[in-house]
Nanobody, 123 residues
């Protein structure tokens, strides 16, 4: 069983950068597809970025070109580098894991979740 702990959230001005980290426990981390999702108040949880076990990467159109997802299986960690941040990026960001299988942008397909980290972008 993989457990996930996010870190790196905070308050930054528009145009700034943040790097989120998701540390995973468990020896099978390398076989999981990992995803970042976010949820703003009153909105449904939405896909942000994902990386498969084979390191294929996927991004929501709203973050493409600004965010970069990566993984370091030796450290059991997934990162989300967020640049050129906008106020509309404000949300709680969640790390999620999905066992082997087809990649998915649907949060309902992910079995494991971290506790979330708040990202707030001021204008």
């Amino acid at each position: 069983q993989v457990q996930l702990v996010e870190s790196g959230g905070g308050l930054v001005q528009a145009g700034g950068s943040l790097r989120l980290s998701c540390a995973a426990s468990g020896r099978t981390f390398g076989t999981y597809t990992m995803g970042w999702f976010r949820q703003a108040p009153g909105k449904e949880r939405e896909f942000v970025a994902g990386i498969s076990w084979s390191r294929g990467t996927y991004y929501a159109d709203s973050v493409k070109g600004r965010f970069t997802i990566s993984r370091d299986d030796a450290k059991n960690t997934v990162y989300l580098q967020m640049n050129s941040l906008k106020p509309e990026d404000t949300a709680v960001y969640y790390c999620a894991a999905k066992p082997l299988g087809l990649f998915s942008t649907n949060y309902r397909d992910y079995d494991l979740w971290g506790q979330g980290t708040q990202v707030t972008i001021s204008s």
